[in-house]
């Protein structure tokens, strides 16, 4: 069944009220009629089946038939903290990083970022990053988005990610493999869950790395192979996603 | 230092001779010097520093001044069976798959495949894609670049795959997971490598995984949230790179 998401607002104990770009879908691309049936999800982690009541482009109401909750959220909070690459990249990550089941992605300008966002640009970015979360969502059968935060830097990063371990992955690592720190500190990831740092396209500068490591982060290299900034961060999620969280299952 | 691909035959015991855009891109784009230093690799597993000699941009010549064994290629033999997906997607697939270190990938028509191609396209495709495993080997540090072969039917693949266990991928599998299928065949998988199968962007026909389970393949899935094609080639290898081949080194 299709899925479709709503803000929490426009939900009651028995009806939804669909508003904007996804009521316009529901009426005009998809021609959907009433009686049909979809799936509504608000972030709350909920799932609700609908049985459409009224179509308009503006406006389709529903009734709600079943609520069950989601299984497709993972049961590893992972947060990616992303060097900023450029345009696409970034849209590409946001959606893979969905589909494997990160759980807040903070953008990070970095001493090496080819890309800077001035003026109004950050805010219009973002804004569109956390449109493509709840795509991703949608099409992979999550139901709460993942938030993309503002793009900060690395001194705000560290604050804000200071509840929770830390890994940054840096090539030139020639400190302890990911598997000897995931081995050594599983039950602390599952209880906690972690933050990955990820460089962009040009690598973390050494200076950055020396200070996460100061803040406490423990430094991991991904295999011999030199991974683009948009392949790194997928591969080091889906490895911890199998080893803590539900890719094994 | 940057690294070129070069055909076995331009190469003697001292002397290598580069041609054709390889030659452009040295004389050209990078407006590089006599005496100053590159790798060449020639699909023969061997990285060979060279002095450049004499630039022009129909032919660059140089010295070799050392041969090493290149170590970023995985010791685990993965062939990925891909269901042919639309235009970038495909590129994207093939990108990523040598980068995490897949070893030769057939691209595979299959029944829900959306793309179809015709005449002379599967030639000038499979062009394109061998060149950018090329390109992608350059970038990453790998020295042999995997063929991506003809567009192929599924009875033709299983034919040419019938030498070592295969893993197909589906999204419905009520079957074992692939962490059992791993940890019961862990030895078969590291002497022999290993065929995965990843469908197009409408997923495999059950017809087609029942060709694949009768011609011995293990049905697995790859965790609750549903991937995209470009996600699932890459979400695969990686775990599979993590279990049996060198990303956890």
Chains 1, 2 share one sequence.
Request: some cysteine.
């Amino acid at each position: 069944m299709r899925r479709f998401y709503v803000a929490q607002q426009n939900i009651t104990d028995t009806i939804v009220s669909i508003t904007g770009e996804e009521a316009h879908h529901i009426a005009n691309v998809l021609r959907m009629h009433p009686d049909e049936s979809i799936i509504i999800f608000d972030g709350s982690g909920w799932d609700y089946e609908i049985r459409l009541q009224s179509i308009s482009s503006r406006l389709v109401t529903g009734h709600i038939i079943s609520r069950t909750l989601n299984s497709a959220e993972p049961p590893l909070s992972i947060t990616l903290v992303q060097g900023l690459a450029k345009g696409e990249k970034m849209d590409f990550i946001i959606q893979k990083a969905v589909e494997v089941g990160v759980n807040r992605i903070i953008p990070i300008h970095c001493d090496y970022s080819v890309v800077r966002l001035e003026g109004k640009k950050p805010t219009a970015r973002v804004e569109r990053w956390n449109r493509m979360a709840i795509e991703a969502c949608k099409q992979c059968g999550r139901s709460q988005p993942p938030p993309v935060e503002m793009v900060s830097g690395l001194e705000d990063v560290l604050k804000k990610t200071a509840d929770r371990p830390r890994i940054i992955f840096y090539e030139q690592s020639k400190e302890r493999g990911l598997n000897d720190i995931i081995n050594q500190h599983r039950r602390l990831f599952l209880e906690q869950g972690l933050t990955v740092f990820v460089g962009p396209e040009g690598g973390f500068s050494p200076a950055e790395v020396h200070k996460v490591q100061e803040a406490g982060g423990w430094i991991a290299g991904l295999g011999p192979r030199i991974l683009r900034t948009e392949t790194a961060g997928l591969v080091a999620l889906s490895i911890l996603m199998w080893e803590l969280g539900d890719l094994r299952a």
